[in-house]
């Protein structure tokens, strides 16, 4: 294939993504809402963050490893609109923490096809001279579309209410799934013969360099959803102690989240270059030490002026997502390349699980470190140190493991 039908092929591909992102963030957009409306605690909050993660876990093996057999355009296209359906019911009989947290575990299950699959896809239609980029590009379609999650269900809730904010964000995974279907057409491969044979889960498993990437992963993943899953509500009890009401200060949340995940869409993009040049290890290790700093930097600063936290706010969002690409890169250049499915399937389950427990962390930290009833009381929880701090010791595990990495 020429280099500029790959890179067509990848903006569809990449287009797909962003639609399928649609559900991602909605419930993190509007968290401080329901968990008003819903009367949740901050633990429940996060189970139901971290729901999503879970039903991610429990398909992505079966789906990731299927990617070995089975045309992965197929596996994106059923899964895709599962995501949209899951969304669709969600909008329409979520009532609480039970209801919420079985549908939300249902969108994850569709995401769990189309994410990693569609990394896989795009590792073996570019070379290694051109996989970091390609990767970069592909991450940073992922975290466009979460980034205008955030931002279209903020501006729905506000025009419509958060029923039609989720119904029409809904709808992003089926228009995916349809530009799926018409546009990636089969499996293209750059891999040689000699390599397509299969290899034994064991052979895997015994595979250092790539186990220590996705440890490095795990540590990534941790740091990034206990963010994303409390951002929002993080930002919102900045405005409240600032006066705002409590409708503006969600609204100018959601939009400063979004405007972070944002900056993390052009980081991964950046990153991806520079891991092409510099190497993927130098690149990861200088990403994670300042991401992680700032987690334990940032939720200290709740009454600090509101100028000084929007610009940590969007060099946070910068830092703690711009390594994506490169790890993703990273793991599929260490993997075997007959052994890629078993091995993205691997990485999932170790990242993703980590994401879906950081989450509940935070949120059971808050519950722990401020008093009962102020959330009732104020609208917003005081303290939020603790619960970053947790944040960035684990992600700061992350280049230690790497660092290893690079010695060997």
Request: charged letters at 10%; aromatic letters at 12%.
């Amino acid at each position: 294939m020429k280099v500029d039908d790959r890179f067509r092929w990848l903006i569809w591909l990449s287009l797909a993504e962003i639609g399928t992102m649609l559900v991602f963030n909605n419930y993190s957009a509007i968290l401080p809402i329901l968990q008003k409306e819903w009367s949740l605690s901050n633990s429940e909050a996060g189970w139901i963050f971290s729901s999503y993660q879970i039903g991610y876990i429990l398909a992505v093996v079966l789906l990731t490893s299927l990617t070995d057999y089975i045309n992965t355009k197929y596996i994106y296209l059923v899964t895709s609109l599962w995501a949209g359906l899951a969304g669709i019911l969600f909008s329409w009989w979520a009532e609480g923490f039970y209801s919420a947290m079985i549908l939300r575990t249902l969108m994850g299950i569709g995401f769990a096809g189309t994410y990693m699959p569609g990394l896989r896809m795009v590792s073996e239609r570019f070379p290694t001279r051109e996989r970091g980029k390609a990767v970069g590009i592909y991450v940073g379609a992922f975290t466009l579309g979460a980034a205008l999650s955030l931002f279209i269900t903020g501006i729905l809730h506000s025009l419509l209410g958060w029923r039609w904010a989720f119904f029409i964000t809904s709808l992003g995974p089926v228009a995916g799934g349809i530009i799926a279907f018409f546009k990636l057409g089969d499996v293209v491969t750059t891999r040689k013969k000699e390599d397509v044979g299969r290899v034994p889960v064991s052979e895997v498993l015994r595979n250092r360099p790539a186990l220590m990437m996705i440890g490095g992963y795990a540590a990534h993943m941790w740091e990034l959803f206990g963010m994303r899953g409390w951002i929002v509500a993080f930002l919102t009890a900045c405005f409240l102690t600032a006066q705002y009401d409590m409708g503006k200060a969600v609204s100018l949340s959601a939009a400063i989240a979004g405007a972070m995940t944002l900056a993390g869409a052009l980081s991964n993009t950046f990153g991806g270059a520079l891991s092409d040049r510099f190497g993927r290890t130098n690149t990861i290790v200088v990403m994670m030490l300042g991401s992680g700093l700032l987690s334990l930097l940032i939720g200290w600063t709740r009454g600090f002026p509101i100028a000084l936290i929007l610009l940590l706010s969007l060099l946070y969002g910068f830092l703690v997502i711009g390594d994506s690409s490169v790890i993703s890169t990273g793991v599929t250049e260490l993997a075997h390349p007959s052994g890629l499915g078993r091995t993205l399937a691997l990485q999932s389950l170790l990242g993703w699980g980590s994401a879906s427990l950081s989450p509940i962390a935070f949120g059971c930290i808050l519950d722990l470190t401020n008093p009962a009833g102020a959330l009732d009381q104020f609208g917003y929880v005081f303290n939020w140190g603790w619960a970053f701090m947790i944040l960035g010791l684990g992600g700061l595990t992350g280049p230690l493991i790497l660092w290893r990495l690079k010695k060997n």
